[in-house]
Nanobody, 125 residues
Framework: QVQLEESGGGLVQAGGSLKLSCAAS????????VGWFRQAPGKDREFVGA????????YYADSVKGRFTISRDNAKKMVYLQMNSLKPEDTAVYYC??????????????????WGKGTLVTVSL
């Protein structure tokens, strides 16, 4: 089993940057793909991006491609989401999730087996 906790959310101006962290616990964390998802007020949860268990492959939603970067440090049991050139439409609660089914599958299914509680990102004009 994997437990996840996000941090790093906050208020940032449009065009700014923010780095989210996802801290994991559990002995098998390094064998899980990790994805980032977000949910804006009144909208469905959407896939942001995911990283393979090794960190060798990443996948991103078109809406964030070129602006967001996911990385991981298995030794520290951490996954990061670097967000640059933020836009007001990026405002949402951001969640990290872990899945044994692979990063590409997380993007295709927009799902994960284990979830954090989320961290709020607000991008102002």
């Amino acid at each position: 089993q994997v437990q996840l906790e996000e941090s790093g959310g906050g208020l940032v101006q449009a065009g700014g940057s923010l780095k989210l962290s996802c801290a994991a616990s559990g002995r098998t964390f390094s064998s899980y793909a990790v994805g980032w998802f977000r949910q804006a007020p009144g909208k469905d949860r959407e896939f942001v991006g995911a990283i393979s268990w090794s960190g060798g492959r990443t996948y991103y939603a078109d809406s964030v491609k070129g602006r967001f970067t996911i990385s991981r440090d298995n030794a520290k049991k951490m996954v990061y989401l670097q967000m640059n050139s933020l836009k007001p439409e990026d405002t949402a609660v951001y969640y990290c999730a872990a899945s044994p089914h692979g990063a590409q599958a997380m993007g295709a299914s927009a799902s994960g087996d284990y979830w954090g509680k989320g961290t709020l990102v607000t991008v102002s004009l």
